[in-house]
Structures are given as C-alpha cells and as structure tokens.
C-alpha cells in the first residue's frame, strides 16, 4: 500500500511488486494497490488550493504558477468540454508514468471539478489501471 501510495510508481509498481516480489495473490494486490492508490487522493483533492495559495505567496513562484495553469487550462478546455468525465477516468486509467492518481487530483483542480465528482472519476480510472496492471503482470494481456 505505500509504494501504491507515492507519486511515481503509484499501483504500477505496487501491483508487480506485491505479485512478483511478495507472492501474493491477485486479488489482494489488486485491492491493496488501489486502496493504496486512493489514500493520497482523499487528501490531495480538497488540498490542492491551500497548496497552491501556500506557494502563492512566493512571487516567482506565483508567476510560473499561474502562467502553467493558464496555458494548462487553455489547451485541455477543449478535450474536457467535450469528453467530460470520461476524459479524467481515462486519464488516470492510462498505466503510463505521470498519468496516475497524483496527476488526476492535480488536473481535477486545475479544471474545479468538485470533491464529490473528481473522487469517483478518479477512483474508477485507478480501478482500470489496477485491473490492467495486474492483468499484465500475470501475462493475460500478453495473451490477447
């Protein structure tokens, strides 16, 4: 559960880890990667602006800041608007580097989408990607 909960390796490490390393069963890795996966996200979420706030008060630090998010905010309105929902479940479904949980809390700011709807969204994209990572893992995807 704690390597499912850091920023990088998030249930993409965990699950192997746990199935390879650990032995254990599928299905136990399967839930403690995502269980894991979600811990940081109930946190992050309603986090993120005392977060950002917090660094606000640098004023290097806020320039940057709000120049990325403008530009972020810019260039993904168009793809949000018009997948909706779906387009952060599957972000965050994406088993790749930098498109976990970690990312989703922070593209669920960016766009204000509201605790109680970005926690599904992102929970859902985290069970997809432990279902695909664990299905790799144990060589089904391959089969296919």
Do not use: D
């Not at 929902?85 to 700011?109: D, K, N, Q, R, S």
């Amino acid at each position: 559960m704690g390597v499912a909960a850091l920023p990088i390796s998030e249930l993409r490490g965990a699950i192997p880890l746990a199935l390879v390393h650990y032995q254990l069963p599928p299905l136990a890795a399967y839930l403690l990667g995502v269980v894991g996966n979600l811990m940081p996200v109930v946190v992050l979420l309603p986090l993120w602006e005392g977060i950002v706030s917090l660094f606000g008060r640098v004023r290097l630090w806020e320039k940057s800041m709000s120049w990325l998010f403008a530009c972020t905010r810019s260039r993904f309105r168009g793809p949000y608007a018009r997948w909706g929902a779906a387009a952060l479940v599957t972000f965050v479904a994406v088993p790749l580097p930098m498109t976990g949980a970690w990312t989703g809390c922070l593209i669920a700011f960016l766009f204000g989408i509201p605790f109680r709807l970005a926690f599904p969204l992102i929970a859902a994209g985290v069970m997809i990607a432990g279902l695909l990572v664990t299905l790799s893992t144990l060589g089904v995807l391959r089969l296919l």
